[in-house]
């Protein structure tokens, strides 16, 4: 949610710029309207404002300015998708998503859009110019920024634990990925290579033959210990045959 405000703060920066310069907006769009032959039908969408950027603009100032309006248009269009990836609301604030998402559609017919009290962009404009061509879409960007403000505020007054399951979904899934993660780290690395087979092998032939030779050692020292001299005790000094004493 804090990142939903942020974007929504600087896009509300950007427009108190962009509104600044409502009169260099409208200049713009009578000049691309004039250069495009058509001065009767009012401008009633973003994507006619698109057209006549693209294909009617010769003037670099009309073009930062229309660009300018066409990048908070955007801006708003993917804020829209951040909202509805954040949860999934309730009626009230799925009718607030939905109609923000009509209006920053680049096809949805404006001409009868108009913003009220507090907002006065349409003061600004003669009573031809707000009623048969520029009403709505100097309208648009601050009646979606107050839909979008009204989102928020709806928002943050769900249940607690509504949101928190919301989270817990993230985190389940967050977890679930760090243990696949380390399940792989720990699984068996495949058949080793040769060389290292083999090295295991003479190492391990080395030692056994260690052994083998501690055990023969061993076994010598105990035949020739002390017991070895108990034996010929008892058998008595070896004398040669035929020579015998009495």
């Not at 979904?169 to 058949?191: F, H, I, N, Y």
Request: hydrophobic share 35%; charged share 20%.
């Amino acid at each position: 949610m804090n990142e939903v405000k942020e974007s929504l703060r600087s896009i509300e920066q950007t427009y108190k710029i962009f509104q600044q310069q409502q009169f260099t907006f409208i200049a713009a769009l009578d000049h691309t309207r004039e250069n495009a032959h058509d001065k009767i039908r009012p401008v009633a969408s973003i994507g006619q404002v698109q057209a006549y950027m693209d294909h009617h603009c010769n003037n670099s100032t009309d073009r930062r300015i229309l660009l300018m309006f066409l990048n908070i248009c955007n801006d708003l269009n993917k804020l829209c998708q951040k909202l509805e990836a954040l949860h999934p609301g309730n009626s009230v604030t799925n009718n607030i998503l939905e109609k923000c998402k009509m209006l920053v559609s680049p096809s949805n017919d404006l001409s009868t859009v108009r913003a009220k009290y507090p907002h006065d962009v349409v003061n600004h404009l003669s009573c031809d110019e707000a009623k048969n061509h520029y009403g709505g879409v100097v309208s648009l960007i601050p009646i979606v920024l107050d839909c979008m403000k009204s989102w928020v505020a709806h928002s943050e007054k769900l249940p607690r634990n509504f949101l928190q399951n919301v989270s817990d979904g993230s985190a389940v899934s967050q977890k679930r990925t760090q243990q696949d993660a380390s399940a792989k780290a720990s699984a068996p690395l495949g058949p080793r290579p040769a060389i290292l087979t083999t090295a295991t092998q003479t190492v391990a032939s080395y030692k056994d033959c260690l052994r083998e030779q501690n055990s023969k050692h061993a076994k010598k020292q105990h035949l020739n210990g002390p017991g070895s001299n108990t034996l010929k005790n008892v058998n008595g000094a070896w004398k040669p045959p035929g020579k015998h004493s009495f």
